[in-house]
């Protein structure tokens, strides 16, 4: 599949620096069983950014919400919806193959709370906050309903993150999988949008920290967070499927800026330890970002 | 069920002594409401057939007295009109308007629940909604106030084929003329509710006299 290319730094961009944690990332990866895996990082703290294969495509699996996240809000932004709208929940979607239309099967949702209000309406921060903590694909897909992909494509290149961002349909459309058409992100462009919200940057100081808050809910803690301290908050949304595991977000340690941080993982179906390995990565980070420099 | 609220005498010229709801005329409405709910035009169905409009309304002060109105024992005004952002802007705020043949639909429903004997629940946007609203792409009943999606009656959700057949035959036999959409996906059929109308009834109080 042609792809855009990202104008961030290259591929594996080696500042002096960095090259000792480059070298960490590289082995946890040979020692995974990975087919690839991207780092990007960029912290507040001291400025350090690295990107390791950060313009390599990956299937977006459920970190694709995050983008949806920022295109509700620009709705909200424009007026055009309120976080208390009213969405009508319907299990009826159409594929972008053909208009055929598909479910959001119930076992695939994390917890039954939009489910259960099939029929009935949410409130659009509701449906958010689902599609987020829980990944609930049902609201993300009813979301997307409301806003259309256009419009969510469309904000991204207003506030000039669409690079590394490939937003081509809703999720769980399996005719659309089997024919190729899938959602892509790069590490880069996931990092892109992080870093603007922790900065406060997108629309608003209060909308950005309306979503950081949703991020903070997040429900699956497997990967980044697992092997960081007690007392450490990590605004972040997770992505799996058969063939990727990914973890995106924005790290706050005590008494530091906080740094934010994308892994993006691609398995072979049968492979396990993916959640081992983002934390993995995740950790060193951690170690190489609160070391003292002589450590390093 | 006997509310107070049901005897309310509210201020308007068109009120009958039984029923707290104004009627009003669409075309002397504000500007932006006009705009929305068209009374009285013509639209055309999906076979290209001109309808026309509804131009007597119901006018809903509140959400509130929307909750209290019985339409029939066992239906009330909110389950008629709940609506998404999908609906024009004017119409998701109050006073909130539907077309007066919504009393017809309610008696049917009461007949149809008599029958199947257990609760019956209207989806949202399965109601009354206007001609402008972002579901409504050719005439459809709902924007007559004459049409309503059901998803659930009892315990059962009605998105199979099982589901909704049975209910839709118990509808035919139970309504003279009621008309069902047959089950399925594409465009005229529905596999996740069931949907049935009276067609384009348009009602016109005895009251209006123009």
């Known amino acids: 599949m042609p792809k855009k290319e ?13 090259h000792a944690l480059r070298e960490q990332i590289e082995k946890i990866e040979q020692e995974s069983g990975a087919r690839a895996i991207a780092v990007t990082l960029r912290d507040a703290e001291t400025g350090l950014e690295l990107h390791y294969h950060g313009d390599r495509w990956f299937h977006a699996a459920s970190t694709i919400k995050v983008p949806i996240l920022l295109g509700a809000f620009a709705a909200i932004n424009r007026g055009e919806l309120l976080p208390h709208s009213r969405v009508h929940v319907r299990n009826r979607f159409l594929s972008v193959v053909e208009n055929i239309p598909f479910r959001v099967e119930s076992g695939r ?6 489910h259960n209000a099939i029929g009935k309406m ?7 906050y689902h599609m987020i903590t829980t990944s609930s694909n049902l609201a993300t897909n009813l979301l997307l309903g409301v806003l259309g992909p256009d419009a969510v494509s469309q904000t991204l290149k207003e506030l000039h993150v669409d690079q590394g961002i490939e937003l081509r349909r809703g999720v769980e459309d399996e005719l659309a999988f089997e024919k ?50 007690k007392g450490t908050r990590v ?23 906080p740094y934010v941080l994308v892994i993006l993982t691609e398995w072979d179906p049968a492979a396990s330890g993916r959640s081992q390995t983002i934390a993995a990565i995740s950790h060193t980070i951690y170690e190489y970002l609160t070391q003292g420099p002589e450590d390093k | 069920m006997s509310d107070p609220a049901r005897f309310v005498e509210t201020p308007g010229v068109n009120e009958s002594p039984t029923f707290p709801l104004r009627v009003v005329d669409g075309l002397t409405l504000p500007a932006e409401y006009r705009k929305a709910l068209r009374p009285g035009e013509e639209w055309k169905d999906a076979t290209g057939f001109p309808r026309q409009l509804p131009r007597y309304f119901y006018e809903i002060p509140s959400w509130d007295l929307a909750m209290k109105i019985e339409l029939a024992s066992h239906f009330l005004l909110w389950e008629f009109i709940q609506v998404d952002v999908r609906e024009a802007p004017p119409l998701r705020t109050f006073p909130r308007y539907v077309p007066c043949a919504i009393t017809l639909l309610a008696v049917c429903l009461e007949r149809f629940r008599d029958a199947v004997g257990t609760l019956v629940h209207i989806s949202a946007n399965g109601g009354y909604r206007s001609p402008t609203h972002r579901f409504s792409k050719n005439a459809t009943p709902h924007a007559w106030g004459t049409a309503a999606n059901i998803y659930r009656i009892g315990d059962t959700y009605l998105d ?13 036999e139970t309504l ?31 009251d209006v006299k123009n």
């Open chain 1, 6 to 18: 990202a104008p961030a730094p290259a591929a594996t961009e080696i500042v002096p620096r960095e």
């Open chain 1, 109 to 114: 949702d994390a917890n039954s709370v939009v």
């Open chain 1, 122 to 128: 949410m409130r659009v921060d509701e449906l958010a």
């Open chain 1, 180 to 229: 190729g058409i899938s959602n892509m992100v790069t590490a880069d462009g996931l990092l892109r949008i992080l870093v603007m919200l922790s900065e406060g940057k997108a629309f608003s100081p209060a909308l950005s920290r309306r979503m950081m808050d949703i991020l903070h809910g997040q429900e699956f803690n497997q990967g980044i967070p697992a092997r960081l301290p």
């Open chain 1, 235 to 257: 605004a972040h949304k997770t992505g799996e499927i058969s063939t990727v595991a990914h973890d995106a977000g924005v790290v706050y340690l005590p008494k530091r800026k």
């Open chain 2, 160 to 172: 199979n084929r099982s589901a909704i057949e049975r209910f839709s035959l118990i509808a035919r």
């Open chain 2, 176 to 206: 003279p003329g009621i008309w069902t959409r047959p089950y399925g996906a594409p465009t005229g059929f529905a596999e996740d509710h069931l949907h049935l109308d009276l067609g384009y009834v348009l009602s016109v109080p005895r």
